[in-house]
């Protein structure tokens, strides 16, 4: 379970605990959070790669956001003396209320500190945009270097293929594709484009934070293991033979992370000695040239986007605001029935509607490009939901194809999008599709032998359910059984009160 300080102030303890955390941690996570900018894209050439920001439109630009938070996750190595805290805390620093100054001297200390890995999801983007914050607020030139540093998608691609070093594809996964892979952990990315400027942060907010930090180190700590274990298996030069000693303690277990590192700091230099090979092998650094502290655009897509707006006036405009009439419309040869294209970034919301009853399908391919879901859209007389403002740049789009959802949270953006088409949602439609495919139910429910025989070498349904009385039904497509359980009920109770049809 992850230990959550939340830093609001310079004088509190805190405060404390985060700068002695960071004199005492050799392994450091880092994220950072900022107030969604819809109205500008900033460029940049990374060589580490970019953090995970919302996309926005190509409008000049004049500043950098400001960032809100800063997390710091921290692999404590403790001794007797310490003060009472977890060996893995997270430190939400509420840059907002926290003077800059006061944080400046430590961070940059840390940044810097070759005794210290520091660990980050395309960090770069995230330090040009804290250099820029803290240097607006009197601290020098901000932040310059962060060194050693190792990027997640580093480590993923050689837990993947240990012989491609430190070169890894182009194409990389999300942290979130990550975290599913190596730690079988679902981390929601739903919160990422909420307003992190805006205070007090909501519960969901500091959960989703947190773990943005938190899991990085639990990758690492994976990563570790497995440099342990090569280690093993190749002769063990003089400075090196605790690797044997940990991987017999048999310490890889559900708490390995912990345990691992909690063995080796009984002895500081067995633990210097396996992160220095860590770092001499894997370790990278990002270095800010004066180049990216200079917003910039593309001055060629501006252009083009200009005199697309001036040539294009039926088309959509940049906001994603409803043109109508849907697709669906009968007057336009539809069924009067809605349907919607959820993209990949919203597949949530996908669900949501399935379950009140609406005709919600996901993109055929896994990494479809902008023709393509237009394309699926505009066949099956969808309107295509997103929150990626660049699909709204296509020239091609016509008014009714596309909507931009601008909620954030899917309860949320159920509500938005019933308001938005006028969707009339009954009792009697919530849980009348199948969740998993988008299909329809059987017209009648199936009889106790029915469900016995279609769940037999396909579903597990526990065998006290059949006697119960329950009503078992069939999708027609996929054929996943459902029930009207107690998960049921709850969902059924959920949405009446997300579609406010009580009211």
Request: proline share 6%; glycine share 4%; charged share 25%.
């Amino acid at each position: 379970m992850m230990e959550i300080h939340v830093v609001a102030a310079a004088d509190s303890p805190e405060f404390a605990r985060l700068c002695w955390a960071l004199r005492s941690s050799p392994v450091v996570g880092l994220d950072a959070e900022w107030k969604p900018n819809r109205t500008v894209r900033l460029h940049h050439q990374d060589t580490v790669g970019g953090g995970e920001s919302a996309p926005a439109a190509d409008l000049p630009a004049r500043s950098f956001p400001n960032v809100s938070l800063l997390q710091i996750a921290c692999r404590v190595r403790r001794r007797p003396s310490d003060p009472v805290v977890g060996d893995s805390p997270v430190f939400l620093v509420d840059l907002l209320s926290v003077p800059l100054v006061a944080l400046w001297g430590p961070l940059r200390d840390m940044f810097e500190s070759s005794s210290v890995i520091k660990l980050g999801f395309r960090f770069k983007q995230d330090l040009v945009y804290l250099s820029s914050t803290f240097s607006a607020n009197g601290c020098d030139l901000g932040f310059d270097r962060v060194e050693p540093f190792m990027d997640i998608t580093s480590i993923y691609h050689h837990l993947k293929n240990p012989t491609m070093g430190k070169k890894h594809p182009k194409d990389t996964k999300s942290l979130a594709a990550i975290c599913k892979e190596v730690l079988n952990v679902s981390l929601s990315k739903e919160l990422q484009c909420s307003d992190w400027s805006r205070r007090p942060l909501s519960e969901q907010q500091i959960l989703y934070a947190a773990a943005d930090a938190y899991y990085l180190l639990e990758i690492f700590d994976v990563f570790q293991q497995k440099i342990i274990a090569e280690g093993k298996s190749q002769p063990s030069p003089p400075g090196q033979k605790f690797i044997a000693t940990v991987i017999e303690k048999e310490i890889i277990s559900e708490s390995s992370s912990n345990k691992l590192f909690t063995e080796c700091c009984e002895s500081s230099d067995m633990l210097d000695d396996c992160l220095s090979n860590i770092v001499r092998r894997h370790g990278e650094k990002i270095m800010l040239k004066e180049s990216d502290r200079k917003p910039r655009t593309s001055r060629r897509k501006e252009k083009k986007q200009s005199s697309g707006n001036a040539k294009h006036k039926e088309k959509l405009t940049c906001d994603g605001d409803w043109q109508g009439p849907p697709p669906w419309d009968v007057s336009f040869g539809g069924d009067g029935s809605p349907k919607f294209l959820c993209d990949v970034m919203i597949e949530g919301l996908a669900k949501h509607l399935r379950c009140v009853g609406i005709d919600a399908a996901i993109p055929f391919l896994r990494k479809p490009d902008p023709r393509q879901l237009l394309n699926q859209a505009y066949k099956e007389k969808r309107v295509l939901l997103t929150r990626d403002a660049k699909l709204l740049r296509y020239q091609y789009l016509v008014r009714n194809q596309v909507y931009k959802v601008k909620s954030s949270l899917k309860n949320d953006q159920l509500l938005e999008i019933i308001e938005t088409f006028q969707l009339k949602i009954s009792e009697e439609q919530l849980m009348s599709r199948c969740t998993k495919c988008n299909g329809n139910f059987i017209q009648k429910p199936l009889t106790i032998e029915e469900a016995i025989a279609a769940s037999r070498g396909f579903q597990v349904i526990p065998d006290c359910l059949f006697d119960r009385n329950l009503e078992f039904w069939q999708c027609t497509d996929c054929k996943q059984l459902y029930w009207e359980g107690t998960q049921y009920r709850n969902a059924v109770q959920k949405f009446v009160a997300v579609c406010k049809l009580n009211d």
